[in-house]
C-alpha cells in the first residue's frame, strides 16, 4: 500500500509529497480550491499546515485530506530533495 512519508507544503498551493515507495512527487492543489470541501485551504496560513497523519495521508486539521490515490496518480514526479 502506498502511503506519504513527507509533506512540504509550498506557497503556490503546490505540495511536494515523498511517498513510502521511494518517489517524490509534486501535487498541484489549486484545482480543489474552488470546491466547498477544500475552499479552507484558499487561506494560505491554513494551506502552509499540510501534514502526515498517523495513516500516512496528507492533511489539515485532520479534518480535510486529499485521498492518497488522487496524490499519488495526479501529482509529477521530481527528484528527492
Not at 466547498?36 to 495521508?57: Q, R, S, V
Amino acid at each position: 500500500m502506498v502511503y506519504a512519508v513527507k509533506v512540504t507544503p509550498l506557497g503556490n498551493y503546490n505540495i511536494i509529497i515523498k511517498f513510502n515507495t521511494g518517489e517524490t512527487k509534486i501535487y498541484n492543489c489549486y484545482p480543489l480550491l474552488n470546491t466547498p470541501l477544500f475552499a479552507k485551504l484558499k487561506n494560505k496560513d491554513f494551506f502552509m499546515t499540510a501534514h502526515i497523519d498517523e495513516t500516512g495521508l496528507v492533511c489539515w486539521d485532520n479534518a480535510t485530506d486529499i485521498p492518497l490515490d488522487e496524490l499519488y496518480n495526479n501529482s509529477v514526479e521530481i527528484a528527492a530533495r
